[in-house]
């Protein structure tokens, strides 16, 4: 009822109203006159003893009859999953004495037997009222052209000018009862663990959605300090093993022309801390590369992956499949899972060669990386696996990993990949 008017005049849904509406008025038909006899019996033939079995037997008959209620709730709702929890508990013996007995010490029988007495009543009135209403409508609406038609007072028509402004408010009245009749049945049938349900879902989305927010702010500050240190402390490094090489180039020279140990020292203390220079700009390299690999953003994962495996130690054939780039979360988790998996390939595998293939099917990445080693690996045999399961968890996807013992290894990436609306190819 949320929806703009016309869309939801236009629906399904006021038809399903007014089924749910018009079955209700039957149930309530039903339910007065079997709960009404049963009662009325049983207060009349109390004194006789014989009313008190009567009045259980009303209290009882509203346990099928909230049944019918609770399958009548999805000419509203339409077909989906049986809630998690069984409104009733099992009866251990059969018998009606034991299922009687069960049945009258649960607080869902008494609640159901109340909301059978509000159907059988208050919402039988409802019902009903909004039935000759409708029925009202209905003939102002016809009557008056078949009017016109017979006796040819055209006057007849402005009751039908009345009745057609009035169905659209009609309908929503018919949706507005609806909803609050099925409403107080969800809160008086179902289990309230079971009515908890749906909000436990709202916060399980709320939880996946914050934790896709912290992972691309994460990789967004990974990017920040990567060029940080790329374009700044690596820069300068290199302009200092540049520096170092003219003063060692300039020092050489002074010790041809003059002869001087001194001068040679120097030059010696000079060409050991540019080769120290040089160390530390390689480590710094291998930092930011393991920080973020600048060719990830440049050219996307396919050539990531490339590069990964032209520096693996063990030989490796890339066979990705991809189209287009992928969003920024998926193609970093895949890279950093391949990337870790040809590590653990070149240290732990004792294989000859490997294997990086997969592409985007259905919507979904899948990579997998294969190598004919000796297999044998387990998540928690402190190889990182695991730390990859995590990995593919924050962005949706699961691994999964085939690992005989003699091989082949196969751990297969899967993650969901469609780009959002929002995000710019």
């Not at 809630?83 to 029988?109: F, I, K, N, Q, Y």
Request: charged residues 20%; contains cysteine.
């Amino acid at each position: 009822m949320t929806q703009p008017p016309l869309q939801y005049l236009s629906s399904a849904e006021p038809w399903r109203a007014i089924a749910y509406i018009g079955s209700g008025a039957a149930m309530g038909t039903v339910s007065l006159a079997m709960l009404g006899t049963l009662i009325a019996l049983g207060l009349l033939l109390s004194v006789f003893g014989v009313g008190l079995a009567l009045l259980v037997g009303a209290v009882l008959l509203s346990v099928p009859l909230a049944e019918v209620e609770r399958r009548r709730l999805r000419l509203l709702e339409g077909p989906g999953p049986e809630p998690t929890e069984a409104p009733h508990a099992p009866v251990p013996r059969s018998g009606l004495r034991p299922w009687a007995a069960v049945r009258l010490r649960e607080a869902a029988t008494w609640r159901e037997f109340a909301y059978v007495v509000v159907l059988a009543t208050l919402f039988l009135i409802m019902d009903l009222a909004l039935l000759v209403l409708a029925l009202v409508l209905g003939m102002l609406v016809v009557f008056p052209p078949l009017v016109v038609y017979r006796t040819g007072q055209v006057e007849a028509l402005i009751l039908t000018g009345i009745g057609l402004p009035a169905i659209p408010v009609a309908v929503y009245g018919f949706g507005s009862v609806a909803a609050l009749q099925a409403r107080l049945a969800k809160l008086l049938l179902y289990p309230p663990s079971s009515r908890t349900v749906p909000e436990r879902d709202a916060r399980v989305v709320e939880l996946t959605a914050s934790r896709a927010r912290l992972a691309d702010a994460y990789e967004t500050e990974r990017h920040r300090i990567q060029r940080d240190l790329h374009d700044g402390a690596q820069q300068r490094l290199v302009a200092l093993v540049m520096t170092l090489g003219l003063a060692e180039l300039e020092l050489d020279s002074a010790r041809r022309e003059t002869g001087q140990d001194a001068v040679g020292q120097g030059a010696d203390l000079v060409s050991r801390a540019r080769g120290e220079a040089k160390a530390a700009l390689t480590e710094l390299r291998d930092l930011v590369h393991g920080i973020y690999p600048q060719v990830l953003t440049d050219h996307g994962l396919e050539a990531a992956v490339s590069e990964v495996a032209v520096r693996c130690p063990v030989p490796v054939r890339v066979e990705l499949d991809l189209a287009e780039r992928l969003p920024r979360q998926v193609e970093t988790a895949a890279y950093f899972v391949v990337s870790e998996a040809l590590a653990n390939v070149a240290k732990h595998s004792g294989a000859d060669s490997a294997v990086v293939c997969g592409g985007v099917r259905e919507g979904k990445l899948e990579v997998t990386v294969r190598d004919d080693g000796g297999g044998g690996a387990e998540p928690r045999s402190g190889s990182g696996l695991q730390g990859l399961v995590d990995r593919a968890a924050v962005v949706g996807g699961r691994l999964a990993l085939s690992s005989p013992p003699g091989g082949p290894t196969a751990l297969t990436l899967e993650v969901p990949c469609q780009r959002d609306s929002s995000e710019s190819s």
